[in-house]
């Protein structure tokens, strides 16, 4: 069965740190990019970071350069973001996704148009208090 469960979600107060981790079973995230979403309160969903699961190339939206980092765990079919230096404005519902690796083959970088990613994960809240 296919599944994406996102974990690691909570409160933190600002300048603090969380790892959100998002685990697939039923595929492998080999052949796939892995995104990472967040949608606030009266926002729409936006794209954070992606990583390629074929070569690990990465991609981070400007407003968490140097504050997140998308890595792969080794041997394991599991995607982590380790968020540092949150902020208030981190604060949303954190999602996990995935998009074939056929569909990146004609984009610029790991991160798709949401249109594209098939499967998601159910959300994480991530509240970063000032």
């Known amino acids: 069965q296919v599944q994406i469960v996102e974990s690691g979600g909570g409160l933190v107060q600002s300048g603090g740190s969380l790892r959100l981790s998002c685990a697939a079973t039923?595929?492998?995230?080999?052949?796939?990019?892995i995104g990472w979403f967040r949608q606030a309160p009266g926002k729409e969903r936006e794209g954070v970071s992606c990583?390629?699961?074929?070569?690990?190339?990465?991609y981070y939206t400007d407003s968490v350069k140097g504050r997140f980092t998308i890595s792969r765990e080794n041997g394991k079919n599991t995607v982590n973001l380790q968020m540092s230096s949150l902020k208030p404005e981190d604060t949303a519902v954190y999602y996990c996704?995935?998009?074939?690796?056929?569909?990146?083959?004609?984009?610029?970088?790991?991160?798709?148009?949401?249109?594209?990613?098939?499967?998601w994960g159910q959300g994480t809240q991530v509240t970063v208090s000032s």
């Open positions: 996704a995935t998009v074939p690796w056929v569909v990146l083959t004609t984009q610029p970088s790991c991160m798709a148009d949401e249109s594209d990613y098939d499967y």
């Open positions: 039923g595929f492998s995230l080999d052949y796939y990019g």
């Open positions: 990583i390629d699961g074929r070569d690990g190339s990465t």
